[in-house]
């Protein structure tokens, strides 16, 4: 400072002063960085730094590139990452450096019309987002007495469902069924007819041609004004296809909040269970139902239970439909099994009745809607009730009629029944270029199956 006036060489160091006083009250902390020390599969072993399950870090690869990574656990002094993106560059001893970062996600109106990958970046090339509020990706837990009771019926479209399989607002249902069913075309309807507010959709583990062609074709623009699709393809790393479905429960969550109507559609939970399986199975977790972890059946319902109606009237509802991929059609498989346990009912789809030409291929015997009761009045319920009889009953004689060994007159129940079968198949195919609303699709059924009326009348068509 030579040559500057005593007066102002004091004022410097007044102002200096002042800098560093506010620099000590407060003080940046310090960063203890680790280092890698072993990498087996997608799995990240560290040591030399303390950071918590959830927490990110960074890894400074030989290329120079940072690799993002997120603690999955930890035994002795050891963390267990596993990788958010590439994985090419890494080294013995790399640098570990523990970040701030949390697992949030960027929620606001903005995100209407836009896909999305795990992390909450856009997939369609519109420009970054413009959301100013931040949630956790892992929600908060509503008070179950809180939350308001589910008693509207919700209109999704598709008569059969409607009608035998009626769906409260609110409501979680699960979509089961193999490959090869038409579970993506029903899936494909339901988003264009039900009446909701927003709808969210998540493409979890799929593959990657199907994302396009639900955007384009399924959705299209009219769909996409009041859609968001958050989609991590089967080739992402299993850590992002579990972010995939909590960052779209999230987004669904903060839209509930908003007041409104959310439709929650999630292809699959199967994905999820089996990306919380590889990553359990590669941090050493031991296998104890068919090759599954304990962890998977505790995280399936921790998703789950995030939909549903909010806790004060002036919160909206998530209505969500979880498809449940049944491999080799077997329908008692673990996360089958568990996914009809914390689930309000499921939609199970049949191969016979899809190979038969007959879609959408509901096999009504096995669905059902656990809240339909309480959202349809008494005179609907015998309906349905009487239509499931009836359709009973001629699937458990359906051998001894196909052979001509059943004898007409034998017993007045299978007998009604042969006569209104034919009906009973029309009234569950629908082209799914076609809507039926709830007020027609429930009206049609007590037309059908009135006592009074005879069984035989004009297709549901010409009506």
């Known amino acids: 400072m030579e040559g500057i006036p005593d007066s102002q060489r004091e004022s410097l160091w007044v102002q200096r002063l002042g800098i560093y006083k506010q620099r000590a009250k407060s003080p940046v902390p310090l960063v203890v960085e680790g280092r890698l020390t072993r990498m087996v599969g997608l799995t990240i072993e560290a040591v030399g730094c303390q950071v918590a399950i959830g927490g990110r870090c960074l890894i400074r690869a030989v290329n120079g590139n940072r ?40 929620v606001g109106t903005n995100l209407l019309g836009r896909v999305l990958d795990a992390t ?103 769909g996409m004004s009041r859609a968001v699709v958050v989609a991590t393809p089967a080739d992402q790393p299993p850590l992002m296809r579990l972010h995939g479905a909590w960052l779209a429960t999230a987004i669904a969550e903060y839209f509930r909040d908003q007041g409104l109507k959310v439709l929650l559609l999630m292809d699959s939970l199967t994905r999820v269970a089996q990306a919380q399986r590889e990553i359990a199975l590669a941090i050493g977790e031991p296998p104890a139902t068919k090759g599954y972890p304990p962890s998977v059946f505790a995280k399936l319902p921790q998703l789950v239970e995030r939909a549903g109606c909010g806790s004060s009237p002036d919160q909206g509802s998530i209505t969500a439909f979880y498809t449940v991929l049944t491999e080799g059609d077997d329908y008692n498989d673990p996360i089958s099994d568990a996914a009809r346990a914390i689930l309000d009912g499921h939609i199970v789809l049949s191969r016979r009745i899809a190979e038969a030409g007959a879609y959408p291929a509901i096999d009504v015997e096995a669905s059902i809607s656990r809240l339909m009761n309480d959202v349809v009045d008494q005179s609907n319920i015998l309906a349905a009730r009487r239509f499931k009889q009836l359709y009973s009953t001629y699937q458990q004689h359906r051998d001894m009629i196909s052979i001509g060994a059943y004898h007409q007159g034998s017993d007045p129940r299978v007998d009604e029944a042969i006569a209104y079968f034919p009906r009973l198949v029309e009234f569950l195919q629908q082209d799914m270029g076609n809507a039926v609303s709830l007020e027609q699709s429930l009206t049609q059924i007590k037309d059908l199956v009135a006592p009074d009326e005879p069984a035989v009348g004009p297709s549901l068509d010409s009506r």
């Not at 993002?68 to 050891?78: L, P, R």
């Not at 008693?151 to 490959?179: C, K, W, Y």
């Open 120 to 222: 909450g970046s856009p997939l369609d090339g519109k420009g970054s987002l413009r959301c100013d509020e931040r949630v956790a990706l892992a929600g908060r837990p509503i008070n179950p007495l809180n939350r308001q009771s589910i008693h509207e019926p919700l209109d999704v479209g598709v008569r059969a469902i409607n009608a035998l399989l009626t769906i409260g607002r609110g409501q979680r249902m699960g979509l089961f069924a193999g490959s090869g069913v038409g579970k993506s075309v029903l899936l494909g309807m339901m988003t264009r007819y039900t009446n909701a507010d927003v709808t969210i959709v998540g493409l979890i583990g799929e593959r990657g041609r199907e994302v396009k062609e639900f955007v384009q074709n399924t959705l299209g623009e009219q």
């Open 67 to 106: 690799v993002e990574a997120e603690v999955v656990g930890f035994s002795g002094d050891s963390l267990f990452l596993m990788p958010v993106g590439d994985i090419h560059g890494l080294s013995p001893n790399a640098r570990v450096i523990p970040t701030q970062r949390g697992c949030e996600a960027s």
